[in-house]
């Protein structure tokens, strides 16, 4: 597992630990559990690829993606809410450290562009 996954938890140096011990209570990961982890890590990893895209198809899916996160419902099998409660993992738990992770909102997206005014003043 890559050590950016483990960025969320931000300074719980102890969640690792933590949440290692949840899929070492059994002899092997359930094939069901292995699913929903690797569910969870493909959206970490796409919630930071496409955080600051700048194209359509890119803002899509970063959309997508944060709505899955942010979406407080667990009326679909495969939901935030409850991959989460299947993983043993608290979502806002989650949630905050992933939002922490990504920076102050609308930083990625201002990188390198200039205002109206320092545009004209060039």
């Known amino acids: 597992m890559e050590e ?33 982890l690797a569910i969870l890590e493909d959206a970490i990893h796409l919630f930071h690829k496409y955080r600051g895209a700048r194209d359509r198809a890119g803002k899509e899916r970063f ?9 407080e419902s667990n009326h679909w099998l495969f939901s935030f809410e409850n991959v989460c409660d299947l993983l043993a993992l608290d979502p806002q ?12 909102a609308g930083l990625t997206e201002k990188r390198g562009r200039r205002s109206a005014a320092a545009r004209e003043a060039a």
């Open 4 to 36: 950016s996954t483990f960025a969320i938890v931000g300074n719980d140096t102890d969640a690792p630990r933590r949440y290692f011990d949840t899929f070492r209570r059994s002899e092997y990961l359930e094939p069901e559990k292995a699913l929903l």
């Open 63 to 71: 959309r997508e993606v944060d709505a899955w996160f942010m979406h």
């Open 93 to 104: 738990y989650v949630r905050r450290g992933l939002l922490a992770s990504a920076g102050p």
